[in-house]
């Protein structure tokens, strides 16, 4: 499924799965990605992940892997903008871990909302209903959105605060916040599809 819509300024984006084809994109956005965002997503301020990392945000299944991408579409080289993933848990099939980065120019205009969006579509229909999320406690981008998505903090890992958020409460107050009007093709896409 590709998904068009638009960030909150109208610049036009498409949002599609992650492919094994899409490691240069990848390596792309991790090296625009500023140092201080490359730590709060990788927990490490390397330039370049190892390829094992690589290979791991590749390897996408589409169930017990799902990960999405979005493209900008006005622009030739079309662009990764951002990249959204849910690792399901080996113990407790339920349950994902949750990741989003964003290219730092693009913060602030709703592409890590609109991502989100179509990750918790995506789990819902692969029978996920809890997001599990890791995050350092200067990152206030993540704890707002967390926060947005009805996140509840279950504890701490050293010093990174772990919050669980359930899928359709985050997916019923994404529906009602109104704020990022890229949204709305995001629900209609899965309706859709449903």
Known sequence: MIIETHLNDATPICIRTVRRDDEERLRAGIARLSAHSRYLRF????????????DKLLDVDGHD????????????DAPALGVVHAFRDEDRAERAEF???????????????????TLLHDCRREGLDTLAVSILPEN???IRLTH???GNRTGNSGEVAEFDINI?????SLRC????????????AFVKDA
Request: hydrophobic fraction near 50%; aromatic fraction near 6%.
């Open 168 to 172: 359709p409460e985050a997916l019923e």
């Open 140 to 142: 206030a981008g993540a």
């Open 65 to 76: 892997h799902i990960a999405w991408g979005a493209i900008r579409t006005d622009l030739a």
């Open 148 to 150: 947005l998505l009805g």
């Open 99 to 117: 990741s989003v980065a964003v290219i730092d120019e693009y913060h602030g205009l709703g592409l890590a909302r609109l991502l989100t969006a």
């Open 177 to 188: 916040e109104g704020e990022t009007p890229g949204l709305d093709a995001i629900f209609a």
């Open 43 to 54: 927990f490490s301020g390397m330039r370049e992940p190892p390829q094992g990392v690589i």
